[in-house]
């Protein structure tokens, strides 16, 4: 295959470099001529060194015989020109834009860019595939830290929501003494009645901390099954 | 008319205050303050530092259901983003994109876009003023194809997620030196 990356940054090189090592043709454009020729020192002279959103440039560079182009500048805007120059004016089957600002995938996509990469987003989503959504908060710990304050928040799916204390099996060692209803603060007594939603309040030896969560929040389901 | 500028140099400031004075509400983006600088002290229109490629900055500017919107800052790819967000996103009427390669210019109107290309204008303001034949290079060109967004509808949000795409497994082929 005959890749063209344009944009020499960080992504450009490197992608550049791993292309070569699999075998494929590539060309790099860069725009800066010391980082093209400093590029050039490293991996070859595959390097040119010419602003790949020129439609005169990008033609020497043999655009119109790429398979794939890959826009990896770090300027979205740039990416969006190269792609649609590759695609409408140079027929490109396959191009490939890298997406900065997450907003701009809905409209990169609606003007016929192929394939959208978005550091931002998929850094994103693994730091909120991360936050345990079910799980208990440790507020403190308390004592010699053989004990711990913990909050744990009602969510649909909870057996707690609709039972009181009593009615559950609440581990030795652990109490529950208040409830946080609409932001207020009231305590727990055996045969209150909890609601979706309630932020249960209780201080429990932290070996327990397992049996409560079934309790408050459920059998052990983790955030990314 | 609304009518929302992007890009405040000399062309852009000089567009601004003269709808302004012709009556038209108007809206000026710049990434820089100091370039209201180039603005008039009797500028009636909105002058709002923001990036005019980014489509919350255009909303918060106020440049939704705009009559026109001209992308005249220095950077050919700013301005064909500019439009066609304008067009896509904010239900423009008209656009400009001021793109100074004539090809990106003559490509652009080809999708759909009004581009004007000072390239050619100058040029063939000069050969007209010689004598000379003109240079065949793109000035204003108007929009010759339909953009993607008046064929289809507003492009719906939010985006579905991007997943990381494999890259297919290489065949072997000899790297061949430009």
């Known amino acids: ?225 | 008319m609304k009518i929302v500028i992007v890009g405040c140099g000399r062309v852009g400031a000089s567009a601004a205050d003269s709808y302004d004075r012709a009556g038209h509400e108007v809206i000026v983006l710049d990434s820089s303050t100091a370039a209201f600088d180039r603005l008039p002290s009797t500028f009636g229109g909105k002058a709002i530092r923001g990036d005019g490629t980014d489509e919350d900055v255009l909303r918060r500017a106020g440049a939704e259901g705009a009559d026109v919107l001209l992308a005249l800052t220095e950077g050919d790819n700013r301005n064909v983003m500019a439009t066609q967000l304008a067009i896509e996103a904010l239900g423009a009427g008209r656009v400009i994109a001021k793109i100074n390669d004539p090809l990106r210019a003559e490509a652009y109107a080809e999708l759909g876009i009004a581009t004007v290309c000072r390239t050619g204008l100058i040029l063939d303001a000069m050969n007209s003023y010689l004598g000379l034949p003109l240079s065949g290079l793109p000035g204003l060109l108007p929009p010759s194809g339909l953009h993607d967004g008046a064929a289809h509808q507003r492009f719906a949000a939010p985006p579905p997620a991007v997943k990381a795409e494999s890259v297919p497994s290489p065949r072997p082929i000899a790297t061949r030196e430009v």
């Not at chain 1, 699999?22 to 020729?37: F, I, N, P, T």
């Not at chain 1, 990416?79 to 649609?84: F, G, S, Y």
């Not at chain 1, 429990?204 to 309790?215: A, M, V």
């Open chain 1, 1 to 225: 295959m005959f890749v063209l990356v344009v944009g020499g940054g960080k992504v450009g090189y490197y992608l550049a470099k791993e292309l070569i090592e699999s075998g494929h043709e590539v060309a790099l454009m860069e725009k800066d001529a010391a980082r093209a020729s400093h590029i050039a020192d490293e991996i070859g002279s595959i390097v040119i060194a010419h602003d790949g959103c020129e439609g005169k440039y990008l033609g020497e560079a043999g655009c119109n015989r790429a398979d794939v182009v890959a826009a990896v500048t770090g300027d979205d805007e740039d990416n969006l020109v190269i792609c649609q120059m590759a695609k409408h004016h140079f027929d490109v089957p396959r191009t490939i834009a890298r997406v900065n600002n997450p907003k701009n995938e809905a409209l990169f996509r609606h003007l016929g860019v192929d394939e959208l990469i978005s550091p931002t987003r998929m850094i994103l989503g693994s730091i909120e595939q991360d936050i345990p959504v079910h799980e208990l908060l440790h507020l403190a710990a308390l004592g010699e830290g053989e004990l711990e304050l913990i909050e744990a928040h009602l969510q649909a799916g909870s057996p707690a929501i609709g039972r009181a204390p009593r009615d559950l099996s609440i581990p030795e060692g652990c109490t529950l003494f208040a409830v946080i209803r609409d932001g207020v603060a009231t305590p727990l007594r055996p045969d209150t009645v909890m609601l979706e939603g309630d932020k249960v309040i209780a201080i429990g030896k932290t070996e327990c901390q397992d049996l409560l969560h079934d309790q408050l929040i459920g059998e052990t389901v983790s955030a990314d099954a």
